[in-house]
Protein backbone atom coordinates (compact mmCIF):
# COMPACT_ATOMS: atom_id res chain seq x y z
CA UNK A 1 0.00 0.00 0.00
CA UNK A 2 1.33 3.31 -1.14
CA UNK A 3 2.15 5.91 1.52
CA UNK A 4 -0.32 9.02 2.04
CA UNK A 5 1.13 12.19 3.61
CA UNK A 6 -0.50 13.40 6.46
CA UNK A 7 -2.57 16.30 5.72
CA UNK A 8 -3.44 17.81 8.93
CA UNK A 9 -2.58 17.19 13.21
CA UNK A 10 -5.22 15.92 15.17
CA UNK A 11 -5.31 15.07 18.94
CA UNK A 12 -4.36 10.69 18.72
CA UNK A 13 -5.67 9.96 22.01
CA UNK A 14 -9.08 7.76 22.57
CA UNK A 15 -12.11 10.20 23.36
CA UNK A 16 -11.61 8.66 26.70
CA UNK A 17 -8.69 10.22 27.94
CA UNK A 18 -9.29 13.90 26.50
CA UNK A 19 -9.73 16.71 28.40
CA UNK A 20 -12.91 17.41 29.74
CA UNK A 21 -14.86 20.25 28.48
CA UNK A 22 -15.44 23.33 30.54
CA UNK A 23 -19.55 24.56 30.60
CA UNK A 24 -20.20 27.83 30.80
CA UNK A 25 -23.50 29.24 31.90
CA UNK A 26 -25.18 30.55 28.88
CA UNK A 27 -28.15 30.72 26.83
CA UNK A 28 -26.96 27.57 24.88
CA UNK A 29 -27.12 25.71 28.19
CA UNK A 30 -31.36 26.03 28.15
CA UNK A 31 -33.27 23.01 26.98
CA UNK A 32 -35.26 25.26 24.78
CA UNK A 33 -31.91 25.88 22.56
CA UNK A 34 -30.52 22.41 23.25
CA UNK A 35 -33.37 20.62 21.30
CA UNK A 36 -32.70 23.29 18.25
CA UNK A 37 -29.32 22.45 18.33
CA UNK A 38 -30.39 18.24 18.15
CA UNK A 39 -32.13 19.06 15.30
CA UNK A 40 -29.92 21.25 13.24
CA UNK A 41 -27.61 18.11 13.98
CA UNK A 42 -29.52 15.52 12.34
CA UNK A 43 -30.80 17.82 9.73
CA UNK A 44 -27.10 18.90 8.83
CA UNK A 45 -25.39 15.06 9.30
CA UNK A 46 -28.49 13.59 6.66
CA UNK A 47 -27.87 16.08 4.07
CA UNK A 48 -24.38 15.56 4.30
CA UNK A 49 -24.82 11.87 3.94
CA UNK A 50 -28.02 11.86 1.54
CA UNK A 51 -25.92 12.02 -1.56
CA UNK A 52 -23.21 8.87 -0.41
CA UNK A 53 -25.56 5.88 -2.06
CA UNK A 54 -22.80 2.71 -1.60
CA UNK A 55 -20.75 2.72 1.59
CA UNK A 56 -19.40 0.62 4.36
CA UNK A 57 -19.12 1.56 8.36
CA UNK A 58 -16.12 0.76 10.10
CA UNK A 59 -15.99 0.50 14.41
CA UNK A 60 -13.19 -0.47 15.97
CA UNK A 61 -10.75 0.83 19.13
CA UNK A 62 -9.31 4.28 18.89
CA UNK A 63 -6.08 2.74 20.50
CA UNK A 64 -4.55 0.77 17.83
CA UNK A 65 -1.20 2.06 16.44
CA UNK A 66 -0.20 2.13 13.41
CA UNK A 67 2.06 -0.97 14.05
CA UNK A 68 -0.62 -3.24 14.88
CA UNK A 69 -2.36 -6.12 13.11
CA UNK A 70 -5.68 -4.85 13.61
CA UNK A 71 -4.56 -1.48 12.09
CA UNK A 72 -2.72 -3.42 9.51
CA UNK A 73 -6.35 -5.63 8.68
CA UNK A 74 -8.24 -2.45 8.54
CA UNK A 75 -6.43 -0.30 6.33
CA UNK A 76 -6.50 -3.51 3.84
CA UNK A 77 -9.73 -3.24 3.73
CA UNK A 78 -10.78 0.22 3.76
CA UNK A 79 -8.65 -0.29 0.29
CA UNK A 80 -10.43 -3.08 -1.10
CA UNK A 81 -13.73 -1.02 -0.51
CA UNK A 82 -12.22 1.98 -2.09
CA UNK A 83 -11.27 -0.43 -5.15
CA UNK A 84 -14.57 -1.76 -5.20
CA UNK A 85 -16.66 1.44 -5.34
CA UNK A 86 -17.24 1.66 -1.71
CA UNK A 87 -17.38 4.36 0.57
CA UNK A 88 -15.61 4.21 3.78
CA UNK A 89 -16.99 5.73 6.73
CA UNK A 90 -15.65 5.52 9.78
CA UNK A 91 -16.12 7.95 13.13
CA UNK A 92 -12.93 9.91 12.20
CA UNK A 93 -10.33 9.24 15.15
CA UNK A 94 -7.21 7.35 15.53
CA UNK A 95 -6.94 3.72 15.64
CA UNK A 96 -9.06 1.53 13.72
CA UNK A 97 -10.90 4.66 12.26
CA UNK A 98 -7.70 6.16 11.21
CA UNK A 99 -6.83 2.71 9.55
CA UNK A 100 -10.00 2.16 7.66
CA UNK A 101 -9.78 6.04 6.18
CA UNK A 102 -6.49 5.50 5.33
CA UNK A 103 -6.82 2.58 3.38
CA UNK A 104 -9.43 4.36 1.62
CA UNK A 105 -8.15 7.00 0.58
CA UNK A 106 -4.91 4.68 -0.40
CA UNK A 107 -6.90 2.84 -2.56
CA UNK A 108 -7.82 5.27 -5.33
CA UNK A 109 -11.07 3.76 -6.19
CA UNK A 110 -14.09 5.41 -6.74
CA UNK A 111 -15.32 5.41 -3.30
CA UNK A 112 -14.44 8.11 -0.62
CA UNK A 113 -12.62 8.40 2.85
CA UNK A 114 -15.56 9.86 5.32
CA UNK A 115 -15.47 10.86 8.88
CA UNK A 116 -17.81 11.24 11.46
CA UNK A 117 -16.24 13.25 13.82
CA UNK A 118 -16.88 14.70 17.62
CA UNK A 119 -16.44 18.56 18.15
CA UNK A 120 -14.08 19.28 20.92
CA UNK A 121 -13.20 22.73 22.30
CA UNK A 122 -9.61 22.41 21.79
CA UNK A 123 -9.51 20.91 18.14
CA UNK A 124 -10.96 18.90 15.53
CA UNK A 125 -9.89 15.27 16.67
CA UNK A 126 -10.14 14.39 13.00
CA UNK A 127 -7.90 12.07 11.36
CA UNK A 128 -5.94 13.06 8.61
CA UNK A 129 -7.18 10.60 6.14
CA UNK A 130 -10.39 11.66 6.11
CA UNK A 131 -11.31 13.75 2.75
CA UNK A 132 -14.92 14.41 3.24
CA UNK A 133 -16.07 14.83 6.78
CA UNK A 134 -18.67 16.39 8.96
CA UNK A 135 -18.26 16.98 13.06
CA UNK A 136 -20.98 16.76 15.48
CA UNK A 137 -21.36 17.67 19.00
CA UNK A 138 -23.36 14.81 20.42
CA UNK A 139 -22.59 11.64 20.74
CA UNK A 140 -26.12 10.26 20.34
CA UNK A 141 -26.50 11.96 17.01
CA UNK A 142 -22.73 11.21 15.79
CA UNK A 143 -24.25 7.06 16.17
CA UNK A 144 -27.04 7.15 14.17
CA UNK A 145 -25.25 9.03 11.48
CA UNK A 146 -22.92 5.83 11.45
CA UNK A 147 -25.60 3.37 11.21
CA UNK A 148 -27.37 5.76 8.59
CA UNK A 149 -27.75 3.50 5.53
CA UNK A 150 -24.45 1.55 5.34
CA UNK A 151 -24.92 -1.64 2.91
CA UNK A 152 -22.49 -3.12 6.06
CA UNK A 153 -21.10 -2.54 9.17
CA UNK A 154 -17.94 -4.14 10.11
CA UNK A 155 -16.80 -4.41 14.26
CA UNK A 156 -12.73 -5.08 14.62
CA UNK A 157 -11.74 -5.22 18.43
CA UNK A 158 -12.62 -2.40 20.75
CA UNK A 159 -13.81 -0.81 23.61
CA UNK A 160 -17.52 -0.16 25.26
CA UNK A 161 -17.98 2.08 22.11
CA UNK A 162 -17.41 -0.78 19.63
CA UNK A 163 -19.44 -3.13 21.58
CA UNK A 164 -22.34 -0.22 22.04
CA UNK A 165 -22.35 -0.12 18.57
CA UNK A 166 -22.70 -3.45 17.81
CA UNK A 167 -25.48 -4.01 20.46
CA UNK A 168 -27.62 -1.31 18.92
CA UNK A 169 -27.35 -2.77 15.86
CA UNK A 170 -27.79 -5.86 16.57
CA UNK A 171 -30.74 -4.91 18.36
CA UNK A 172 -32.33 -3.50 15.50
CA UNK A 173 -32.17 -6.38 13.35
CA UNK A 174 -33.49 -8.59 16.08
CA UNK A 175 -36.52 -6.11 16.32
CA UNK A 176 -37.07 -5.97 13.21
CA UNK A 177 -36.55 -2.57 12.88
CA UNK A 178 -33.75 -3.15 10.13
CA UNK A 179 -32.99 -6.07 7.23
CA UNK A 180 -31.35 -8.96 8.12
CA UNK A 181 -29.78 -9.09 4.82
CA UNK A 182 -27.21 -6.26 5.94
CA UNK A 183 -24.29 -8.13 7.04
CA UNK A 184 -22.75 -7.25 10.52
CA UNK A 185 -19.05 -8.79 10.45
CA UNK A 186 -17.05 -9.03 13.66
CA UNK A 187 -13.44 -9.22 12.38
CA UNK A 188 -10.86 -11.19 14.46
CA UNK A 189 -11.40 -14.31 16.33
CA UNK A 190 -8.97 -14.19 19.14
CA UNK A 191 -11.23 -10.86 20.19
CA UNK A 192 -14.77 -11.59 19.26
CA UNK A 193 -14.72 -15.61 20.15
CA UNK A 194 -15.19 -15.27 23.66
CA UNK A 195 -17.61 -12.75 23.96
CA UNK A 196 -19.58 -14.78 20.86
CA UNK A 197 -19.02 -17.55 23.16
CA UNK A 198 -20.99 -16.13 26.47
CA UNK A 199 -23.75 -15.00 24.16
CA UNK A 200 -24.80 -18.64 23.02
CA UNK A 201 -23.75 -19.97 26.31
CA UNK A 202 -25.28 -17.59 29.08
CA UNK A 203 -27.62 -15.04 27.53
CA UNK A 204 -28.82 -17.94 25.12
CA UNK A 205 -28.64 -21.19 26.75
CA UNK A 206 -28.52 -20.69 30.91
CA UNK A 207 -30.52 -17.74 30.63
CA UNK A 208 -32.89 -17.83 27.20
CA UNK A 209 -32.62 -13.94 26.93
CA UNK A 210 -32.73 -14.14 23.44
CA UNK A 211 -33.59 -16.84 20.73
CA UNK A 212 -31.61 -19.20 18.77
CA UNK A 213 -31.67 -17.37 15.30
CA UNK A 214 -30.50 -14.23 17.15
CA UNK A 215 -27.05 -15.86 16.84
CA UNK A 216 -27.39 -15.57 12.95
CA UNK A 217 -27.57 -11.68 12.78
CA UNK A 218 -23.86 -11.09 12.79
CA UNK A 219 -20.73 -13.44 10.92
CA UNK A 220 -17.48 -14.05 12.52
CA UNK A 221 -14.21 -13.87 10.69
CA UNK A 222 -10.29 -13.09 11.08
CA UNK A 223 -9.07 -11.17 7.77
CA UNK A 224 -10.21 -8.34 5.69
CA UNK A 225 -10.04 -10.72 2.63
CA UNK A 226 -13.05 -12.64 4.58
CA UNK A 227 -15.05 -9.36 5.27
CA UNK A 228 -14.59 -8.16 1.69
CA UNK A 229 -16.03 -11.35 0.25
CA UNK A 230 -18.70 -11.21 2.48
CA UNK A 231 -19.33 -7.25 2.18
CA UNK A 232 -19.14 -7.79 -2.02
CA UNK A 233 -22.42 -10.26 -2.02
CA UNK A 234 -23.98 -8.14 -0.10
CA UNK A 235 -27.17 -6.41 -1.66
CA UNK A 236 -27.52 -2.63 -2.26
CA UNK A 237 -30.05 -0.48 0.59
CA UNK A 238 -32.40 1.72 -1.05
CA UNK A 239 -34.96 2.17 1.66
CA UNK A 240 -32.96 5.20 2.67
CA UNK A 241 -32.38 6.66 -1.43
Same mark, same amino acid.
Given at each position: ?????? *???? =?? =???????????????? +???? &????? =????? #??? &???? +?????? @?? #??????????? @? &?????????????????? %? @?????????? +?????????? $? *? $??? #??????? !????? %???????? =????????? *???? +?????????????? $????????LVTLVQTKKMSDKIPMILVGKDFWQPFVDWIEKTMLNQ?????????? #???? %?????????????? !???????
Amino acid at each position: MAETPL *KRGS =IN =IPASLLPQEEQEEDFR +ASPH &WRVLR =IQAEF #IEG &WNFL +ADIKKS @VT #IFGSARFPENS @V &WYRETRKLGEMLSNAGFS %V @VTGGGPGIME +AGNRGAMEGG $G *K $GDS #IGLDIQL !PYEQR %VNPYVEKG =IGFHYFFVR *KVML +AYSAQAYVYFPGGF $GTIDELSELVTLVQTKKMSDKIPMILVGKDFWQPFVDWIEKTMLNQYQAISAEDLH #IFQL %VDSAEEAFAIIKKS !PRRTEFG
